[in-house]
């Protein structure tokens, strides 16, 4: 309706989240196209664990299990942390990461919508402190040496049988080769994504197009209402503006602001993670500085910290920080003169 007075459909909680799962597969097909199969082994291992855990816990605590499997809710958290993970790892790191999520960062603090940080970042900060070395391998693409498809799926069940498959990250090899360069030179940013296959044509070799999958599946979640353009929009500002910054400073030791805005789990936490409802900020205001917040934070930890990317630690930094964001973002009350003397 356009003239007053309106009615507002119910939106539903299983409508939101199946609308979620439809902005991933443009993503998730890509990457499966570009990197093999392995990622859809691993969805399918977290969300088959994410749906029976969640099933268990829900019939533990007396609550109707159907209309919350059925929300989807699970299987959305199940699907990110799937993403976040090396697509080639263990099977039991996907179980293990899942499993602490649904319990530990949801059922615990009392179930869907009670939960103040992401489930599926905290999944990815125990592992990558837990299991660091399984957690920071990531496959090369098919079209340059990557695994074939039987033997990822080998690799996953049976990773004894494989010697070597993988290596780390454009974003962690970028800086550890920095790092081990001091005082050379000639071992410039421009030099070292020059010279090394595993960067493409602005990020990861490969990596950049299933970055802008996620790009185009979070554009069609603001188009459909999902989320608000204000966190993706902050979180981008929020990196690209420090990345632009050092890069300025000296552009032979940082990459370019498009480097770090297509490497890396920044469109995907942008669109996709940061933007949880439960855990984010709710005020127009505050989503912008949780965002911002976020994005800044998640680059100072993937250029000078010792992890390979920083949005899992960001995400929760912020999500810690989300009650006093939201206290003092408060909008006005119609009715309520602000400082500036308007209401």
Not at 1 to 16: A, F, G
Not at 291 to 312: E, S, W
Request: glycine share 10%.
């Amino acid at each position: 309706m356009t003239q007053s007075p309106y009615l507002v459909q119910p939106v539903s909680v299983t409508k939101i989240m199946l609308k979620v799962l439809l902005a991933l597969v443009p993503g998730i097909a890509i990457y499966a196209w570009l990197f093999g199969p392995g990622i859809l082994v691993q969805i399918s291992l977290a969300t088959i664990t994410a749906v029976i855990t969640e099933a268990a816990f829900l019939r533990l605590r007396q609550r109707p299990i159907t209309p919350a499997l059925f929300d989807l809710s699970a299987v959305v958290t199940a699907w990110l942390i799937a993403l976040s993970f090396p697509p080639l790892g263990p099977w039991w790191l996907i179980v293990v990461g899942t499993l602490f999520a649904i319990v530990v960062a949801k059922h615990l603090y009392g179930g869907l919508g009670q939960n103040p940080f992401n489930p599926a970042m905290v999944a990815y900060a125990l592992c990558i402190v837990s299991f660091p070395a399984l957690m920071s391998q990531w496959p090369h693409p098919l079209s340059h040496g990557g695994l074939p498809p039987l033997d990822q799926i080998t690799a996953i069940f049976m990773p004894q049988r494989i010697d070597a498959w993988a290596g780390a990250t454009p974003l962690d090899h970028l800086k550890t080769t920095l790092r081990l360069a001091t005082g050379n030179d000639t071992l410039t940013v421009q030099n070292i994504l020059k010279d090394h296959t595993i960067y493409g044509i602005g990020g990861g070799n490969g990596w950049e197009w299933v970055t802008l999958a996620w790009l185009i599946g979070g554009l069609w979640l603001i188009q459909q209402k999902v989320i608000s353009w204000h966190i993706p929009t902050g979180l981008i500002a929020g990196m690209g503006t420090l990345a632009l910054l050092a890069w300025a400073i000296d552009p032979t030791h940082y990459a370019n602001p498009i480097f770090h805005i297509l490497g890396g789990a920044t469109l995907l936490g942008a669109f996709f993670i940061a933007t949880d409802p439960v855990s984010g900020a709710t005020t127009p205001r505050g989503k912008i500085i949780f965002a911002v917040a976020i994005g800044a934070l998640a680059y100072l930890i993937r250029v000078f910290g010792a992890f390979p990317d920083g949005i899992a630690f960001a995400v929760l930094i912020l999500n810690m920080c989300v009650p006093l964001i939201d206290m003092y973002t408060q909008p006005p009350i119609f009715g309520e003169k602000t400082k500036g003397g308007r209401s």
